[in-house]
């Protein structure tokens, strides 16, 4: 079996027990945690790879990757996985909860990236407009990014809007060359 569809069933199961128990929010955030501590920590993976290292202590390791106040219900699912032999995969388990939750929840990640950091006010103007364009609640994610200079950059899945001056400067600079 290959590494999507075990992922995938796994995030399914835990989907439905924690749309069950009420707490897909929160597992959610979870599974957010976890899996920015995977993009962080490039050495998880290699520890939960590590056959040396005991059940017991990965799951001590996961537990941290979680944050402190990881639910009930994520613990047991990772004590689940670990059990299962397949705490390997977790990190991908944690991708397709995500991605599943916002197809339940008809959510869009947005990034928006900008030079300097944008007030609120603003952020949430663009993200109703977002909503408003997508048809779907907006999940923003915020980056600050000096090198445009000024303006921002918008991800939606996979089309992206570059109202930056870096971006315009390079539009410029490739029509004025030709």
């Keep these: 079996m ?13 989907l439905g027990s924690a749309l069950e128990k009420k707490a897909a929010d929160k597992v959610y955030n ?42 009930a219900t994520s613990q047991t699912f990772i004590d689940f996985v670990i059990s299962q032999g397949r705490v390997s995969q977790l990190h991908w388990m944690a991708l397709m ?21 944008l007030p609120e006010a603003l952020q949430k103007k663009m993200a109703g407009w977002i909503e408003k364009y997508q048809g779907k609640k907006v999940e923003l994610r915020t980056e600050i990014n000096p090198d445009i200079i000024g303006g921002y950059i918008i991800d939606i899945e996979n089309n992206r809007l570059d109202a930056s001056i870096k971006g315009q400067l390079s539009k410029l600079n490739k029509y004025a060359g030709h």
């Design 30 to 71: 979870d599974m957010y945690t976890l899996e920015q501590s995977f993009r962080q920590f490039p050495t998880l993976q290699q520890v939960l790879d590590n056959p040396s290292v005991a059940a017991t202590e990965k799951a001590k390791v996961l537990k941290l990757a979680c944050g402190k106040d990881i639910h």
């Design 97 to 117: 909860y995500q991605d599943l939750y916002r197809k339940q929840q008809n959510t869009v990640v947005t990034t928006l990236t900008s030079a300097i950091e």
């Design 2 to 14: 290959n590494h999507g569809k075990l992922s995938i069933r796994y995030a399914k199961a835990l």
